[in-house]
């Protein structure tokens, strides 16, 4: 039986109290507001593809419990942890067993740098709902947060927009947008997703067609 509206509202408070304690000194890219993105979009999409809830919200409100920083050389495994340590804390707290899992599945898929392909409807909805807090004008804020903490360059000034060379970003932040953000649609894993992020990619084509204007940049 799924959990009533005061039994989620206390496993919600649950959940954030593990998650603050776990992830103590995130990344404002990965803090309790990513999360707190992420749970609502979860709760979007599971609607949409019809995913069970008690799997969605716990694995959308712990996919981050566990963080790495970009540039960590365990930064692959962050998930893989993020699912054992979801795991033990849901075992301890007495969640219902039987979507435990499900939920360690779900987290541990649900990262571009893990490689693990999500195999149900579940994850496919966790990870696309994490995937499209990339993009969109949140995205945008969150990618130069990020490339601010790790002191890289904004943008090649030869090549801002990667027009004849590969991005590279790990010296340069808006190459980002080429390595990785233009092509998270392509990746969606759910219907509802890919429809989301079509709507949020075509924000960060108008940013980069504004960018090229002020930085003067011909287009190709």
């Known amino acids: 039986m799924p959990p009533t509206v005061d039994a989620w509202s206390l496993w919600t408070d649950r959940f954030a109290e ?26 979007g999409l599971a609607e949409a593809e019809d995913a069970q809830m008690d799997v969605v919200v716990p694995a959308a409100w712990l996919h981050d419990c566990v963080v790495r920083p970009k540039d960590a050389p365990d930064r692959d495994q962050a998930s893989r942890l993020a699912a054992e340590a979801a795991g033990d804390f849901l075992e301890s707290e007495g969640y219902p067993e ?33 995937w499209l807090d990339a993009l969109g004008a949140i995205g945008v804020a969150r990618c130069f947060t990020v490339g601010g903490a790790l002191d890289q ?47 949020r990619t075509a924000f960060l084509r108008t940013y980069l067609d504004q960018l090229r204007d002020e930085l003067n940049v011909s287009r190709p």
């Not at 998650?19 to 890219?29: C, I, P, R, V, W």
């Not at 740098?113 to 579940?122: H, K, M, N, R, V």
Request: glycine fraction near 2%.
């Open 153 to 199: 360059m904004l943008y090649d000034p030869d090549d801002p927009f990667c027009d004849d060379r590969d991005p590279d970003d790990d010296t340069y932040t808006l190459d980002h947008f080429y390595a990785k953000l233009l092509r998270l649609p392509d990746t969606m894993q759910t219907e509802a997703g890919r429809a989301a992020a079509e709507q």
């Open 98 to 130: 039987e979507w435990i899992p499900d939920i360690k599945h779900a987290i541990a898929a649900h990262s571009y740098s893990g490689d693990l392909a999500p195999d149900t409807t579940e994850a496919k909805v966790v990870q696309d709902a994490d």
């Open 18 to 43: 593990f998650l603050d304690a776990q992830a103590a000194g995130s990344d404002a890219a990965h803090d309790r507001a990513h999360v707190e993105r992420v749970v609502t979009t979860a709760r």
